[in-house]
């Protein structure tokens, strides 16, 4: 049951029908593991955290830099130089004094990256790291946890879900990007520059993808592929078609 507060500080969400007390309820319980608290995962712990989400962990060995603060807003002037993780957390937590957090203060690796994930229920990932996305994708298959991605550059961002298990036509994540792309090819903010309200266009997005799949309304963005271009103010929406021979997914029985 709610509360006198759950039910006045959701009551905007309790108001939908596709949430209502009862979705609120399977947000209270639900563990979500953000894995960067960047550009991207600071819109995301934001609005989960606001959302009231029960469980929030948040995964990241970075520390502030004052060239961050131009899209990491959970971040201030007086945070530069102090742990991520620790300024995140602190940062949920007074936004929902009712969160549970937990701070995993290392990067996902093949080693790790499976055991930290089997303690959640699904993964928000918004990192810069092809050989970490293909980690922590490997380990949402192996546990079985919907992986939600994002990513931006300059002025463009897209966002997905990966669960491949769940339909016989659904990829995972190495079924979009099945390799990295050469170093010379690969680029990142802190080299070609991004627009810093495009984080919070994406990570809210990708924020939302997560009540969605926690709740259970709407259309999911498994098997489809959201691209926007902030230049242009314009966005489309692709099919994400599964590779059959993919090194992550190729072997899921989907029956």
């Not at 108001?15 to 608290?37: D, Y």
């Not at 099945?178 to 495009?198: F, S, T």
Request: aromatic share 6%.
């Amino acid at each position: 049951m709610l509360d006198a507060d759950a039910r006045e500080r959701f009551l905007r969400h309790i108001l939908l029908k596709e949430v209502g007390a009862q979705g609120q309820l399977k947000l209270l319980s639900a563990r979500v593991l953000v894995v960067g608290a960047g550009g991207l995962g600071s819109p995301v712990i934001q609005y989960l955290a606001a959302a009231g989400v029960g469980l929030l962990g948040v995964a990241d060995d970075d520390r502030v830099a004052l060239s961050n603060l131009q899209r990491q807003t959970i971040y201030r002037d007086e945070d530069v130089g102090a742990a991520k993780i620790e300024r995140a957390v602190a940062f949920a937590r007074s936004l929902n004094p009712h969160l549970r957090t937990v701070a995993h203060g290392e990067k996902l690796d093949r080693g790790n990256a499976s055991r930290i994930i089997s303690s959640y229920d699904l993964v928000v990932e918004g990192i810069d790291s092809f050989a970490g996305r293909f980690s922590i994708n490997a380990a949402c298959i192996e546990t079985k946890r919907p992986l939600i991605s994002a990513a931006i550059g300059r002025f463009e961002g897209q966002i997905s879900v990966f669960k491949p298990w769940a339909g016989a036509a659904l990829p995972c994540y190495r079924c979009l990007v099945p390799e990295a792309p050469p170093r010379e090819e690969q680029v990142n903010c802190a080299e070609e520059g991004v627009i810093g309200p495009l984080a919070g266009v994406i990570g809210s997005m990708a924020a939302l993808e997560a009540v969605k799949e926690i709740v259970g309304f709407g259309e999911s963005l498994a098997g489809r592929l959201f691209l926007f271009d902030g230049l242009s103010s314009s966005a489309r929406v692709v099919k994400l078609p599964r590779d059959p021979g993919c090194a992550d997914c190729g072997r899921i029985d989907r029956r």
